[in-house]
């Protein structure tokens, strides 16, 4: 139809054609328009003709008596715009056209503002088919009605007014001049689902560690408990103690005691996921068993799984979420957030305060419990450390996958956690990792970060919680020994005594007619010695261990005197007997053997520790056959890695790496088969007793400890086994290895170890004959 001002009358359902005058409505640009007459109804929309249940853009009002309207486009016309302008002050731009009905009047404009003029009283304005706002048009002299508005996320809202989203908790406000502006959750804020914003802070505790609800790092040099968080209001309270592991001068967290908000009572969270219920002001503690997922008690909800302990309270309309895995504790506390007011949290910081937002409230500030465990010590400096080594692992986190959260949570003071720690304290029980983890479980808390198996790039296994289900006494933290397990050893100072007078033990306790004495438990753990080997002169009298503080006590009566021998001089009766190894038919041993002679007068505690010295650091030799010249040597090493060699002592049941490496050979056409390795306890390879630790390329199925690698697949090949003595002999062990030569043809050269009987393994080529049997040897003494 053209643009004059011709009009085009229409009784019924027609779409007319916008494009010569584009309309605006609600900021939606639309260049047709859908009109219909239903039985009271006059509509107009805008993506098609009216339906109750559409979510269209609709202009409703009450059927004209004519049951017609004309339809009109006009051009523009400086008169209409000036009575329009007049009426509408927020029209500010020129009307270069408008669209007309014989009842309604709608006129578009650039910066859509839209008019109406009618003859009728009340209509129906909606938004994708929610109602906005009804809308009295008067008389056809009376004047215009402006029914234009803004739009978001579907919802239309009038000029001048607000509207709250409760799910993303954002309130949007459509000024007079159809500008939008929006306000939502305040920096380091989460909405809650229902409109409420609160804050998601957390606080980490790992090893000597403290980093704050703002980040900020702190360390923890004495073994005293600390309050984290305190709520005088409502007696709330998060404690934490530190106590020292394998050195004297560095702490580490070792539990977490909450008070839930009204509570005398303290739950204490300790290591390997243990937790016990402390009375207040009564010496008294008790275990408290959890039977299901998750538990509630008076004020707290306890959970226990493969990640540690979760406590979760409620105090002062803020939940806080305390997970404890055995050496990090990390706080999470949600608020809500209140306009106005002074929100204030306090956590204690080494005899300072410092502080983060929270609720209006007043705290307390917790002192150190004991005086004592301020002492500083200072132990000597372990020259095995290598810092720049520490430094490239601690800078993991701000690689991936760890800096997609580097812009939520800072790295830097776990990095500087991480540093200090480590170039202070050996490499331990999982500790290269625990700050990694702290740091990936401060990301999923905060800011809901997942980082995806981390731990496969950074060396680590899976998280989950150190030494679990493994409970030790108080003067015990649980960590790996140097056979690989995880065992209740000794904490620096308990064990400072016993070290510095070289025994395992208590002085023997002497009565009229018995004799008792205790081993520390802890340090035979240390030892390698199963306190279940050992024997009073007696094999069957036996140490009985005490399960909660785990000392081992022999002991012997007048009943039955366990082959002590005793003497009367007259004055005085003296008791005389031995604690010993048990006899074994063994032909090898991986633990000390020890011999403590005691008496109820004079204690001389003695055990025989055995320590291997390395006699042959490394061993070359040159070998000649047919072809071949070739040489061939044997290292051994500290570590899977092979950077550590072996160049002192070496204790009974430590892992021991041994490399054989070839040169002169080419490694694309030739492969060395390990065949065989033995030990003997006399230098020559066929002395006897001996010992198998590989036979037929593969490791003697009778020693759980023998690992061979690569034996085949190249120019060299590796082993390692945990180190052994042969019992009853002089402590020296020597190590023999017989290779062969095997011509490469794919993986034909590598033995076949599978658990299928021998008889039905593949068969390797046959090497290639050399004259002469080619033996390599090294050897230990103590």
């Excluded at 309130?171 to 689902?193: H, K, L, W």
Aim: proline letters at 3%; one cysteine or more; hydrophobic letters at 30%.
């Amino acid at each position: 139809m053209s643009a004059g001002a011709s009009a085009e009358k229409f009784d019924g359902a027609t779409k007319f054609n916008l494009t010569l005058c584009p309309l605006s409505f609600y900021q939606n640009d639309y260049q047709q328009v859908y009109v219909n007459f239903t039985d009271k109804n006059f509509d107009i929309c805008f993506k098609g003709f009216y339906n109750s249940g559409s979510n269209d853009d609709c202009i409703v009002g009450p059927k004209p008596e004519s049951g017609e309207a004309k339809f009109i486009i006009r051009e523009k016309d400086s008169s209409y715009e000036a009575r329009a302008k007049a009426a509408v002050q927020t029209i500010r731009s020129s009307m270069k056209c408008s669209v007309h009905f014989d009842m309604i009047y709608m006129n578009k404009k650039v910066n859509i503002t839209h008019l109406i003029r009618a003859l009728l009283d009340v209509y129906e304005i909606s938004v994708e088919g929610k109602l906005v706002e009804s809308v009295s048009l008067g008389s056809a002299d009376s004047g215009f009605t402006d029914i234009s508005g803004c739009r978001i996320s579907g919802v239309g809202i009038l000029p001048n007014s607000t509207v709250h989203f409760e799910k993303t908790c954002r309130s949007f406000t459509c000024s007079i001049d159809r500008a939008v502006t929006s306000t939502g959750c305040g920096e380091q804020e989460e909405c809650d689902g229902n409109g409420r914003c609160f804050k998601n802070q957390i606080c980490t505790v790992t090893g000597p560690t403290v980093i704050d609800f703002q980040g900020q790092q702190s360390s923890v040099t004495d073994r005293c408990v600390y309050s984290l968080v305190s709520d005088s209001s409502s007696g709330f309270e998060v404690l934490a103690n530190f106590q020292e592991r394998r050195r004297r001068d560095v702490s580490f967290l070792d539990s977490v005691s909450l008070r839930p908000a009204g509570s005398k009572v303290y739950f204490h969270l300790e290591q390997g996921g243990r937790i016990k219920v402390i009375p207040r002001k009564l010496d008294q503690n008790s275990l408290l068993t959890l039977n299901s997922p998750v538990q509630q008690f008076e004020g707290i909800s306890l959970s226990k799984d493969k990640n540690g302990l979760t406590a979760t309270s409620l105090f002062s309309g803020l939940k806080m979420s305390a997970l404890f895995d055995g050496y990090t504790a990390q706080i999470h506390m949600r608020g809500r957030n209140k306009q106005g007011s002074n929100e204030l949290i306090i956590i204690l910081q080494l005899f300072n305060v410092w502080f983060f937002p929270m609720e209006d409230q007043s705290f307390d500030l917790l002192i150190c419990f004991l005086a004592s465990c301020e002492r500083q010590y200072e132990d000597p400096v372990d020259s095995q450390i290598e810092c720049n080594v520490i430094t490239e692992h601690c800078n993991l986190l701000r690689v991936a996958p760890f800096s997609s959260c580097n812009d939520d949570v800072d790295p830097t003071p776990y990095i500087s956690a991480c540093n200090s720690t480590l170039c202070g304290y050996p490499s331990a029980d999982g500790l290269g990792c625990q700050f990694l983890w702290a740091y990936a479980t401060a990301c999923r808390l905060q800011s809901n970060i997942t980082l995806d198996r981390w731990w496969s790039n950074a060396g680590c296994s899976e998280p989950q919680a150190f030494c679990q289900d493994k409970l030790c006494s108080d003067h015990e933290f649980c960590g790996r020994k140097h056979s690989g397990k995880t065992g209740c050893l000794c904490r620096a100072l308990f064990a400072s005594k016993y070290k510095l007078s070289g025994t395992l033990g208590e002085p023997a306790v002497c009565r009229k007619n018995s004799g008792s004495i205790t081993l520390v438990g802890c340090l035979l753990e240390e030892k390698g010695v199963d306190y279940r080997v050992l024997h009073l002169n007696d094999r069957s009298c036996r140490g009985a261990m005490d399960e909660k503080n785990h000392m081992v006590t022999f002991s012997f009566d007048s009943s039955n005197t366990c082959g002590t021998e005793i003497m009367n001089n007259g004055s005085q009766i003296n008791y005389k007997n031995t604690i010993m190894t048990q006899n074994s038919s063994d032909v090898i041993t991986r633990h000390d053997q020890v011999f403590i002679d005691f008496s109820c007068h004079h204690t001389q505690p003695d055990i025989k520790i055995v320590a291997f010295r390395i006699k042959d650091n490394s061993v070359v030799q040159h070998i000649k056959s047919g072809e071949w010249s070739y040489s061939v040597s044997m290292k051994a090493y500290e570590n899977a890695a092979y950077t550590r060699a072996v160049d002192s002592g070496v204790l009974l049941n430590q892992k021991i790496w041994v490399e054989l490496k070839t040169d002169g050979l080419d490694a694309k056409t030739i492969a060395v088969v390990m065949d065989s390795c033995w030990a003997t306890s006399k230098e020559s390879h066929d002395s006897k007793p001996s010992y198998d630790l590989i036979k037929d390329g593969c490791a003697d199925p009778n020693d759980g400890t023998v690992e061979v690698e690569g034996n085949g697949a190249g120019t060299s090949t590796y082993f390692s086994f945990n180190m052994f003595e042969f019992s009853g002999n002089s402590g020296q062990v020597y190590l023999h290895c017989k290779i062969q030569l095997c011509p490469k043809q794919e993986d034909n050269c590598i033995p076949d170890c599978s658990d299928e009987p021998k008889r039905e393994r593949r068969a390797i080529r046959r090497p290639l004959k050399i004259r002469d049997t080619s033996f390599i040897s090294m050897g230990w003494v103590h």
